[in-house]
T-cell receptor, first 113, second 113 residues
Framework: KAGVTQTPRYLIKTRGQQVTLSCSPI?????VSWYQQTPGQGLQFLFE???????NKGNFPGRFSGRQFSNSRSEMNVSTLELGDSALYLC????????????FGDGTRLSIL | GENVEQHPSTLSVQEGDSAVIKCTYS??????FPWYKQELGKGPQLIID?????GEKKDQRIAVTLNKTAKHFSLHITETQPEDSAVYFC????????????FGQGTILTVHP
């Protein structure tokens, strides 16, 4: 069974630009969660989608948004990029019912110049 | 919201020794506690998890214990090997926190041959 796939693996952007990251979950998984990982703040929850609906949201500004498609693939968008948005962005998929194990992709490394 | 504290931040052991990592959580509604291993350049990999209706779970050299009253849970690795060297994260979730894992700050485990 293929794991969680995130594309692209690396991105370099400049301040003020916007970026879209993609996540393909494990086949059959309907929930996709997004996390930001930085050395200073660790792993922080951004949001979760299940059946194309956002069910939960972390404490990030509105510049961070996401969506989920009918095939469960998910995208995350960050607008008006700031230097502090440089991070590893991880997505995780799970069956989505109750507290199910989350399986992570290898992330997208975003660098803001 | 949930807060997870993890100790120690770094742990150095000799090959064959045991390693113990401890976490505490704040939200009594949390009922699912996974542990992840993250190697350089990779996403977190689920290594073991435990639910609140169980006090202990073991998988070969890895075990997790949970004390709901004290809100503590611990990871035990026996007969450590150099390939166990990585960053380990504990996490907690539950209640209506759909898809949200709250992570500890991580422990850098180094196993010396």
């Amino acid at each position: 069974k293929a794991g969680v796939t995130q594309t692209p693996r690396y991105l370099i952007k400049t301040r003020g630009q916007q970026v879209t990251l993609s996540c393909s979950p494990i086949s059959g998984h309907r929930s996709v969660s997004w996390y930001q990982q930085t050395p200073g703040q660790g792993l922080q929850f951004l949001f979760e989608y299940f059946s194309e609906t956002q069910r939960n949201k972390g404490n990030f500004p509105g510049r961070f948004s996401g969506r989920q498609f009918s095939n469960s693939r998910s995208e995350m968008n960050v607008s008006t990029l700031e230097l502090g948005d440089s991070a590893l962005y991880l997505c995780a998929s799970s069956a989505g019912t109750g507290s199910q194990p989350q399986h992570f992709g290898d992330g997208t490394r975003l660098s803001i110049l | 919201g949930e807060n997870v504290e993890q100790h120690p931040s770094t742990l150095s052991v000799q090959e064959g020794d045991s390693a113990v990592i401890k976490c505490t959580y704040s939200d009594s509604a949390s009922n699912y506690f996974p542990w992840y291993k993250q190697e350089l350049g990779k996403g977190p990999q689920l290594i073991i998890d435990i639910r609140s209706n169980v006090g202990e779970k073991k998988d070969q050299r890895i075990a997790v214990t949970l004390n709901k009253t004290a809100k503590h849970f611990s990871l035990h690795i026996t007969e450590t090997q150099p390939e166990d060297s990585a960053v380990y994260f504990c996490a907690a979730s539950g209640g209506t926190s759909y898809g949200k894992l709250t992570f500890g700050q991580g422990t850098i485990l180094t196993v010396h041959p």
